[in-house]
């Protein structure tokens, strides 16, 4: 079942901060964050892992609630690069396997 | 340099035809995916495969058939059976997820295919 993100859309401004959620209604082993842009593939930005490890390659942090099945993705101060469309992917079960799902995604527009 | 190469990147279809979009990884990866996007509904998998000669339907698989005969190959055809067949067609690729290495997926540029 698809993940829900929240918002479905964000702008910002320069310098503001932003937070997308992603929750689902099963266990999850895994949470991926990815960002899009307009027109490109998307690209990896972090993923969490059930039991608290985080990996990721970009200077943004989020969390994994394990027990609600959440994940949220906090963008701080944020610039013009972090505009694109932001989705979460899920791997449930017991273990880091099988299929990814991906939320609707979240649209991000920060202005100048 | 190593990635994934879809093709074509635009394709044209009448109804009733099939049609098979390529997709070539040569990043040694074992696991392949299939993802279709909409405006408004994210990346929803048709399929995937996590070995050679073997695949699994995704969520939207009706309409749409896959072979992983060759490692680095996830073809994808298009059958006249999918009743609503245009949208942006998105391949991936990544290490066999597992403990220690995190499973992230490599994608494509993707194919858009349109019905006329």
């Known amino acids: 079942q698809q993940p829900v993100q929240s918002p479905q859309a964000v702008i910002l401004r320069e310098g503001e901060d932003a937070v997308i959620n992603c929750s689902s209604s099963k266990a999850l082993y895994s949470v991926h964050w990815y960002r899009q842009k307009h027109g490109e593939a998307p690209v990896f930005l972090m993923i969490l892992l059930k039991g608290g490890e985080q990996k990721g390659h970009e200077k943004i942090s989020a969390s994994f609630n394990e027990k609600k099945q959440q994940s949220s993705l906090y963008l701080t101060a944020s610039q013009l690069s972090y505009s694109g469309t932001y989705f979460c992917?899920?791997?449930?079960?017991?273990?880091?396997?099988?299929?990814?799902?991906f939320g609707q995604g979240t649209t991000l527009q920060v202005k100048p | 340099d190593g990635g994934i190469t879809q093709s074509p990147k635009y394709l044209f279809r009448k109804e009733g035809q099939n049609v098979t979009l390529s997709c070539e990884q040569n990043l040694n990866h074992d696991a392949m995916y299939w993802y279709r996007q909409d405006p408004g509904q994210g990346l929803r998998l048709i399929y995937y495969?996590?070995?050679?000669?073997?695949?699994q339907k995704g969520d939207i698989a009706e309409g749409y058939s896959v072979s992983r005969e060759k490692k680095e190959s996830f073809p994808l055809t298009v059958t006249s059976a999918q009743k609503n067949p245009t949208a942006f067609y998105l391949c991936?690729?990544?290490?066999?997820?597992?403990?220690?290495?995190?499973?992230?997926?490599?994608f494509g540029e993707g194919s858009r295919l349109t019905v006329l």
């Open positions: 991936a690729s990544s290490i066999y997820p597992g403990t220690g290495n995190t499973g992230e997926l490599f």
């Open positions: 992917g899920t791997r449930t079960g017991s273990g880091n396997t099988g299929k990814l799902i």
């Open positions: 495969s996590q070995i050679v000669n073997d695949f």
